[in-house]
């Protein structure tokens, strides 16, 4: 018997239940939690992001509503993989509001979405229509619809109706004007909209319309600097599509990155990939949101800034540094005894380090846990640190932990 199965056979895991969560899980260990036969178990691996998508389709069969509920839920909001068939049984569940959830999936054939617009749930018939199944439908069903007894059903419909309607119903001059500084904001950085028509929003009371407009490609520096705006002392910026169409383009990007405008500076920063040269210059920013967007965005930040970023960052995202593909480095291990217990815990991810590290670091107060968990820990050293009421937990988590000693481990637990 596998330990994970054994370990689902207790009426309470530890008490913070996440570890089912968030703990990676391959396609056999997803089919033993998914067989558990207690429920939370199996809401947790419903939830779990890394769970293998055919292991979880049995979750649709499943004899608890609130477990297929759930997996309907997050198959809508996490755009997981729907499996073959596993559509077709939700469309069909006795409960309303799983049918609703994945009326809500994008990707459903075309004989799903026919069952569901006929549902006799007036919430599942509003959640599955879109634009392009009303498109699609035949006029006598559309026709049902618009007659439809349901308020919902035709509010919904007059939504996608003007959706449809008011983008090719209004001139630029009209977007221009609109009373909606929604419309405005989309109409300064629309290339459809000439700059001759767009340049009137410069004085829009809306600081999100002006900086739009002060981010058009069509612009000239002098230009951009002429509009007011105040970019805010944030991580958010307005992401135009010619900056992620041209963030490969050397000379281009490099254009961009000297640029006096810090938006464009911030939004070319967020871009997954861009040319060393650019990767240098923004690295070198002396804005502060550029340096961090780089880090928390693009996937070439150089690994000195990520370091940088990481032990002097005040906010909670510092930590999520420690995983970007560049942070992990030889040399790190000099910082083991570094004051900033950041760095004495980045030490740890020295791939060149050897046992020596994380027996050093096990007795910190501040990274001590994360140590006793490394799975490089001499097996002498792992074996007494789980005899030890302060590691024992931690030493339970290391990874290089063989699986005879956590059977014996449960046997304790059990009395056997």
Not at 12 to 23: G, Q, T, Y
Not at 50 to 69: K, T
Not at 146 to 160: K, S
Not at 220 to 240: G, L, N
Request: hydrophobic content about 45%; proline content about 9%; overall charge negative.
């Amino acid at each position: 018997m596998t330990v994970l199965r054994r370990l689902l056979e207790f009426e309470e895991l530890p008490a913070d239940r996440s570890w089912l969560i968030w703990r990676k899980l391959d396609a056999e260990a997803t089919a033993v939690a998914v067989a558990s036969s207690r429920t939370q178990h199996r809401l947790d691996v419903a939830e779990n992001p890394s769970a293998d998508a055919d292991a979880l389709a049995r979750l649709a069969h499943d004899a608890e509503p609130r477990v297929r509920f759930v997996y309907a839920v997050l198959l809508r909001e996490f755009g997981r993989r729907i499996p073959a068939g596993v559509a077709e049984v939700l469309a069909g569940d006795k409960d309303p509001r799983v049918r609703r959830m994945i009326g809500g999936c994008e990707g459903l054939s075309p004989e799903v979405q026919d069952l569901l617009v006929s549902d006799e749930d007036p919430a599942v018939r509003a959640a599955v229509l879109s634009r392009d199944l009303w498109r699609r439908l035949a006029e006598p069903v559309r026709r049902r619809l618009l007659d439809d007894p349901a308020p919902r059903v035709r509010e919904r419909i007059a939504e996608l109706s003007r959706a449809e309607a008011e983008p090719m119903a209004l001139t630029a001059q009209a977007r221009v004007a609109h009373a909606d500084a929604t419309i405005r904001r989309e109409a300064a950085g629309d290339p459809q909209v000439p700059f001759v028509l767009a340049r009137r929003l410069a004085n829009d009371p809306e600081n999100t319309v002006r900086l739009a407009l002060s981010m058009r490609e069509d612009l000239t520096e002098e230009q951009r600097a002429a509009i007011a705006v105040e970019v805010p002392d944030s991580d958010w910026v307005p992401r135009p599509r010619w900056i992620q169409e041209r963030a490969t383009d050397p000379r281009t990007a490099l254009r961009i990155a000297e640029s006096r405008h810090v938006g464009l500076r911030r939004a070319l920063a967020m871009q997954p990939h861009l040319p060393p040269e650019v990767v240098a210059r923004l690295a070198a920013d002396k804005d502060p949101w550029v340096r961090r967007d780089l880090c928390d965005h693009c996937q070439d930040a150089p690994h000195e800034l990520l370091v940088e970023i990481y032990a002097t960052a005040e906010d909670r995202g510092w930590s999520a540094l420690r995983y970007h593909p560049n942070f992990a480095r030889p040399g790190l291990a000099r910082f083991w005894d570094h004051p900033n217990h950041r760095l004495r815990l980045a030490a740890l991810d020295d791939p060149q380090a050897g046992p020596e590290l994380p027996s050093r670091l096990a007795d910190d107060p501040e990274v001590g846990v994360w140590a006793v968990r490394d799975p490089r820990l001499p097996p002498d050293e792992l074996l007494r640190r789980l005899t030890l009421p302060g590691s024992a937990f931690a030493a339970a988590a290391n990874p290089a932990l063989p699986s005879a000693w956590m059977h014996q481990l449960i046997d304790l637990a059990t009395d056997r």
